[in-house]
């Protein structure tokens, strides 16, 4: 499966062979849908607490005596029914992650990349650096016509491209070891360079 090379001028830059077993699958929402709950789940903070009836401060003194009121019998103002009493059954600290295979996540990541290319929304460039001017690069992005787009590159970033790229909006840039189902699928363009394809063939092999 060939596909043109661009360059962030625009100009040509030759082609790229691509593995047929990375770019080349029947996209499976099931499986996309998995792994993006996966990611989801292990980003969420879990943070969330409510104080429990043992928690809240509150004198234990018996409230009032226990028969001859007409109402109903009650040991303690911490009681859930109270207003200001402990919570019963509420949210604790905990963590919301869940297990997903190696194998899974590398078969997520591919058809990831594959939804990409079956949409027509994967765009090679030859490599990602630049003078590390943000006008400039700005200016490049726009005439290419990409509005939400995730660059790819190879091992690491190049710092200029990054420190260029930071400012503007809709941009973003990751290592090829950064590459992820949920930030591929949420952006609209997915560029990647000629050693971000290298890098991502030798890490799903």
């Not at 989801?40 to 429990?52: D, E, F, S």
């Not at 941009?171 to 609209?188: Q, T």
């Amino acid at each position: 499966m060939k596909l043109d090379v661009i360059k962030l001028d625009g100009g040509k830059a030759g082609s790229v062979d691509l593995d047929e077993a990375l770019f080349g699958l029947e996209p499976r929402a099931d499986i996309l849908h998995r792994v993006v709950r996966w990611q989801r789940n292990n980003a969420q903070a879990g943070t969330h607490k409510v104080k429990t009836r043992s928690e809240v401060k509150y004198s234990t003194k018996k409230i009032y005596r226990q028969k001859g009121t007409g109402g109903a019998r009650h040991g303690a103002r911490s009681a859930p029914i109270f207003r200001g009493g402990g919570i019963y059954k509420g949210p604790v600290v905990r963590s919301h992650g869940h297990d997903l295979t190696k194998k899974f996540r590398k078969l997520g990541l591919r058809h990831a990349l594959s939804a990409k290319m079956a949409a027509g929304e994967l765009v090679v460039i030859e490599d990602a650096t630049t003078s590390g001017k943000t006008a400039a690069l700005a200016k490049q992005v726009k005439d290419l016509g990409w509005k939400r787009a995730l660059v790819i590159d190879g091992a690491s970033v190049n710092e200029d491209f990054l420190a260029a790229s930071r400012n503007i909006e809709g941009l973003d840039i990751l290592p090829s070891m950064g590459a992820n189902v949920y930030d591929i699928l949420k952006r609209d363009t997915l560029v990647i360079t000629k050693a971000g394809i290298e890098a991502l063939e030798a890490r799903l092999k």
